[in-house]
């Protein structure tokens, strides 16, 4: 799952978290993470691009345990309570599939993305990408669509058109396309249509991040139109798109 409220454009097309899956405590090595240097990054004073890059990644380095902590306390939470999570849940374990605390794992991330799916480890949620719970549902949410996906149809993640399908079917029906979610937070201010360009952009970034596509957002827009409409309309295991 992409998130394009940041300017990169790599996606979780490539499910490739597996270097990722570990359970060892970080051990921070950048520079020191004080007051001057947090004012400097929240004002943006005497910063360069390289310099705002390098405090980003030291902050996650620094506050990972903090993160993990909040990542796993909101995905704890969410399982229990949220009702799509829940939902989702449950349609996972009648197509045989089973999704917990054990395969939902809170790590680091370097890309911009939120979350990820492989059909090996399970699901991943970007510790240190993730802003809120609601956030983090929405990136439960798309990422157990994949998880679904996979098990019902048998999903071929080489396939161009099979990824595409699935990130339709996930910007669709996880609810992160809701309109709040694209005028306050994403400050895309399209008012007609705006549910179906919200899920073209987001599969696009997400079709682009493939590694044999390099990025290429022309040729991920080009898959992802081969198979809109019919995915689009696809609102399986929902009866309706959910909001």
């Not at 691009?49 to 345990?65: C, K, L, V």
């Not at 007609?192 to 997400?206: D, Q, Y």
């Amino acid at each position: 799952m992409s998130d394009d409220t940041s300017p990169k454009v790599e996606g979780t097309a490539s499910l490739d978290h597996e270097s990722s899956v570990s359970d060892s405590k970080p051990v921070y090595k950048g520079k020191p993470m004080g007051f001057f240097r947090h004012m400097s990054a929240i004002t943006g004073y005497g910063m360069t691009p390289e310099s705002i890059e390098e405090y980003r990644r030291d902050f996650d380095d620094y506050y990972a345990e903090t993160l993990c902590k909040r990542c796993e306390e909101n995905r704890d939470w969410l399982i229990q309570y949220s009702p799509i999570v829940r939902f989702m849940m449950d349609q996972i374990r009648e197509v045989n599939g089973n999704l917990s605390s054990e395969n939902i794992k809170c790590l680091p991330c370097n890309k911009d993305q939120a979350g990820g799916f492989h059909p090996k480890y399970g699901i991943l949620l970007c510790q240190n990408k993730l802003r809120d719970r609601s956030h983090t549902e929405d990136t439960m949410a798309h990422e157990m669509v994949h998880a679904y996906d996979h098990m019902r149809f048998k999903v071929d993640w080489a396939d161009f058109k099979h990824l595409a399908c699935s990130e339709i079917r996930a910007s669709t029906l996880s609810g992160e396309c809701r309109p709040y979610q694209e005028w306050m937070v994403r400050g895309q201010w399209k008012f007609l249509r705006h549910m179906e360009a919200c899920v073209r952009r987001r599969a696009t970034l997400s079709v682009s991040g493939h590694p044999a596509l390099k990025g290429d957002l022309e040729a991920a827009g080009k898959i992802v139109d081969q198979v809109f409409e019919s995915c689009y309309k696809d609102t399986r295991p929902f009866r309706e798109v959910y909001k």
